[in-house]
């Protein structure tokens, strides 16, 4: 697709991505083209990648792809869009109020919101701190039920 | 909660306390037995929450960094130029040590000043007591090395001791002699006993020094020129030449023009002996000490070879000097070792200036620009470098199996993220098996009715 941002389709593709963004914030958002949430999603991104782009790289991730099931499982992704943020291949978790804190699900209100999600995380990573508080207001988060495990 | 008698005793330390174990009730977190805090000289039940006390964190700086200033004032400065020590002055230098509790005299200190304080800031027991010190009163363990010597300064400092030890010894005799001769004699001769215990480096590095200090005494820096080239080369058998050159300098003194081509000397073969020229009486003496000094070396190795070696090389060189037209201590040109020296001198410096400069600057810029204790440092750093060497091409670059997975701490996880990869892997592995033994009955047979098959069996 044209008008998204740089989509990986192998895990390969992924690894490097991770290993090679060094003092870096990487955004992956994993998703499916064809939903439109996504791309809405995609929309704030593309629009802030440039801003973000001395300390943060962004990069979306096909769903579908069958290479990228292992990471699918391993971040256990159940609900899309989903985003997992990584600073020098170590990943950050962010506790935005809700119960899953490895990853960010939806997408986002405002790309100030993005914004200021990233900076959070860039901070906490210089820092030191693996984990984040999310800077946004809770009326700015998107809701979503987590299904509880062996469900 | 009943209150114990606080100990007089100053030195208390808990795990020697044995009385008070038995006499201790330990009443809910708080611990009965009463310490005494040296840095906040103060006697507290705490334990170890004290450590973290604001008040006592603040004494504690003070305190350790009164320790530090003195270490830094006296012993650091002696430790650089160690200095005979007088025996009336020893009574003055003494050093209490913080963290080992014990006064550090100086009177049995043959070595240069403080020696016995730098000796014991050098050894390990020492190193024990600062260990122990820092825990206790939680110092900050990256803080040890700034209270102690390491070895290797100690062995540096031990070799200057010695150096001296022999100097003073050495110099004694001829002190009246050389007395009124320059401070530059002095020291040219400390070098040249130096040059048997010292390496080359240090050769070197002295020989620029005195060569460069000693332009108003011509004659006397061509020979201690000469000498300090030839300690270059080798120490052994050089020493011998000095040793036997007294009796061939005497015989040929013309052989001093020759020697103005030091640019010569330096690029030649190390074997050339030194020729000593006129029988002045300071030089008759620095001489007779060369004969002295080399007669205590030259045990068990030839005389005649090297002899014939150093005549040979006396008249090359000459030869090869007297074609050199330009520049004579006779004709008043500066002498060529200076200019060079000057340059070697600078260069020297430059490299070292730079050299510090840039790994100042490198650290300094690593640690303005990036967090040492940001998520993932250690990673970053090695992942830069392996970068850098694949851009350079020296490091193939080695994929990373297709099994690697980041760093990620799962949803519903309870411990490491390590233990999550693991689990995530063995979970992986079943469900791989899972698909692999579904995989197996992939052969599909029709269906056969029960009746056909009692049929075919009853047949």
Redesign the interface.
Same mark, same amino acid.
């Not at chain 1, 990584?86 to 978790?93: E, G, L």
């Not at chain 1, 119960?99 to 490895?102: I, V």
């Not at chain 1, 906490?124 to 693996?130: I, Q, V």
């Given at each position: 697709m044209n008008y998204l941002l740089t989509t990986l389709t192998k895990?390969?593709e992924v690894?490097s991505m991770?290993?090679?963004t060094?003092?870096k914030v990487l955004v992956l958002c994993f998703g499916r083209a064809s939903d439109s949430i996504f791309l809405q999603l995609d929309e704030i991104l593309y629009k802030s990648v440039r801003e973000v782009s001395k300390f943060a790289t962004v990069a979306l991730v096909d769903i579908d792809s069958d290479d990228v099931q292992?990471?699918v499982?391993?971040?256990?992704i159940t609900l899309i869009p989903s985003t997992?943020f990584?600073?020098?291949?170590?990943?950050?978790?962010m506790d935005c109020g809700s119960?899953?804190?490895?990853k960010w699900v939806g997408t986002f209100l405002r790309k100030q919101d993005f914004l200021d999600v990233v900076e959070a995380i860039y901070r906490?990573?210089?820092?030191?701190?693996?984990i984040v508080t999310c800077p946004l207001p809770p009326d700015r988060i998107p809701k979503f039920h987590?299904l509880?495990?062996d469900v | 909660m009943p209150i114990q008698n606080p100990n007089p005793n100053k030195k208390k330390k808990k795990h020697s306390n044995q009385d008070d174990d038995e006499d201790d009730t330990v009443q809910g977190k708080q611990r009965t037995q009463f310490e005494f805090c040296k840095a906040c000289r103060l006697n507290h039940n705490q334990g170890r929450r004290h450590i973290y006390f604001p008040n006592h964190k603040k004494a504690l700086s003070s305190f350790l960094s009164r320790f530090q200033s003195k270490l830094k004032n006296d012993v650091a400065f002696y430790l650089k130029k160690p200095m005979p020590l007088r025996p009336e002055h020893a009574a003055l230098n003494r050093l209490w040590c913080v963290f080992c509790d014990f006064d550090i005299l100086e009177s049995d200190s043959s070595f240069a000043c403080s020696g016995n304080a730098i000796a014991h800031l050098a050894s390990a027991e020492h190193l024990k007591g600062v260990k122990s010190f820092l825990w206790k009163y939680g110092g900050g363990m990256d803080r040890m090395d700034s209270f102690r010597i390491s070895e290797s300064d100690f062995t540096k400092w031990e070799k200057k001791c010695k150096l001296l030890k022999s100097e003073a010894a050495g110099g004694g005799s001829h002190g009246s002699l050389i007395g009124p001769l320059n401070d530059i004699h002095n020291e040219s001769k400390s070098e040249y006993v130096n040059s048997f215990d010292k390496n080359k480096l240090d050769c070197l590095t002295s020989d620029v020094k005195c060569s460069n200090s000693v332009v108003p005494l011509q004659d006397h820096t061509i020979e201690r020129s000469q000498i300090s080239h030839s300690k270059i080369c080798t120490v052994g058998p050089q020493i011998l030449h000095a040793g036997t050159g007294v009796g061939l300098g005497a015989r040929t003194p013309n052989g001093l023009p020759g020697f103005f081509g030091n640019q010569h000397y330096t690029h030649s073969v190390p074997k050339e002996g030194p020729a000593y020229s006129c029988p002045n009486d300071g030089k008759q003496v620095y001489s007779y000490e060369g004969i002295a000094i080399g007669d205590r070396h030259s045990q068990g190795t030839s005389s005649e070879e090297s002899r014939l070696q150093s005549l040979q090389n006396l008249t090359q060189i000459s030869s090869s000097a007297q074609e050199n037209g330009g520049g004579n201590v006779h004709s008043g040109a500066p002498p060529p070792w200076f200019s060079a020296a000057e340059k070697i001198q600078l260069d020297n410096k430059l490299n070292q200036g730079l050299g510090d400069l840039v790994s100042s600057l490198g650290e300094q810029m690593k640690t303005s620009k990036?967090?040492p204790?940001?998520?993932? +440092?250690a990673? +970053?750093e090695r992942?830069?470098i392996e970068?850098e060497l694949e851009k350079r091409g020296e490091l193939v670059r080695h994929?990373?199996g +297709?099994d690697?997975?980041?760093?990620?701490?799962?949803?519903?996880q309870s411990g490491s993220?390590k233990d999550s990869r693991k689990e995530?892997l063995g979970e992986?592995k079943t469900w791989r098996k899972v698909d692999s033994q579904i995989e197996k009955p992939s052969q599909f047979q029709p269906y056969i009715s029960k009746r056909m098959r009692t049929d075919n069996t009853a047949e």
């Open positions: 895990k390969q690894d991770i290993r090679d060094i003092d292992v990471y499982k391993y971040f256990d997992v990584f600073f020098n291949a170590h990943h950050m978790k119960a899953d804190h490895t906490g990573a210089m820092k030191g701190k693996l987590l509880y495990e | 990036l967090n204790k940001r998520v993932g +440092a990673w +970053a992942r830069k970068l994929d990373f +297709a690697w997975l980041p760093n990620f701490g799962r949803v519903w993220r995530f992986n």
